[in-house]
């Protein structure tokens, strides 16, 4: 007797150069250094999960990456939707830019434990806090293909909101 075929994605991996400054944190965090001069050499690693911490060439990675992973939660986690909670134009929300990065770098760190508590503690105690966020404060105003500026800056016309760009 064969069933049905489970439509299960697996958590998008990040790509190396990403994988290789959490991995690098991660292996400090075991052991964290206790001289000053070493204490500033790991204060000045890039952190992922702040993505302003990061170079041009780890961004130029990282953000594909982050994409990656609000399609993954969108599609696995937050099922029978009409509208996702984390709405595509994510990168024009600064604050969705750095929640969304600490919680792809935290998941992909749960994906290492042996027991599945971490992946739990993960999405109840980071992700679905991080979606309350967002339902509260952008809701449905960022519909599919309809972005709007926070409402402090619609009618600013000093300086220029950026966009990510990947």
Same mark, same amino acid.
């Given at each position: 007797?064969?069933?049905?075929?489970?439509?299960?994605?697996?958590?998008?991996?990040?790509?190396?150069?990403?994988? /290789?400054?959490?991995?690098?944190?991660?292996?400090? !965090?075991?052991?964290?250094?206790?001289?000053?001069?070493?204490?500033?050499?790991?204060? !000045?690693?890039?952190?992922? &999960?702040?993505?302003?911490?990061?170079?041009? $060439?780890?961004?130029?990675?990282? &953000?594909? @990456?982050?994409? $990656?992973?609000?399609? @993954?939660?969108?599609?696995?986690? #937050? @099922?029978?939707?009409?509208?996702?909670?984390?709405?595509?134009? &994510?990168?024009?929300?600064?604050?969705?830019?750095?929640?969304?990065a600490a919680v792809a770098c935290e998941r992909y760190l749960a994906?290492?434990?042996?027991?599945?508590? /971490?992946?739990? /503690? @993960?999405?109840?105690?980071? #992700? $679905?806090?991080?979606?309350?966020?967002?339902?509260?404060?952008?809701?449905?105003?960022?519909?599919?293909?309809?972005?709007?500026?926070?409402?402090?800056?619609?009618?600013?016309?000093?300086?220029?909101?950026?966009?990510?760009?990947?």
């Amino acid at each position: 007797m064969s069933g049905p075929p489970y439509a299960v994605e697996p958590f998008p991996l990040p790509p190396d150069i990403v994988r /290789d400054a959490i991995t690098a944190l991660h292996v400090v !965090s075991l052991r964290p250094p206790t001289d000053e001069l070493s204490l500033r050499q790991v204060a !000045s690693l890039p952190r992922p &999960w702040d993505p302003g911490t990061c170079g041009p $060439d780890l961004q130029a990675e990282l &953000w594909p @990456w982050i994409g $990656d992973v609000v399609g @993954w939660i969108n599609h696995e986690l #937050l @099922w029978g939707l009409a509208t996702p909670v984390v709405p595509e134009c &994510w990168p024009l929300h600064p604050h969705l830019c750095h929640d969304i990065a600490a919680v792809a770098c935290e998941r992909y760190l749960a994906g290492f434990a042996i027991t599945p508590r /971490d992946i739990e /503690d @993960w999405r109840e105690l980071r #992700l $679905d806090p991080v979606l309350q966020r967002i339902r509260e404060q952008i809701g449905h105003r960022c519909a599919p293909g309809q972005h709007h500026e926070d409402p402090r800056y619609e009618s600013s016309t000093q300086g220029s909101r950026r966009a990510l760009e990947p």
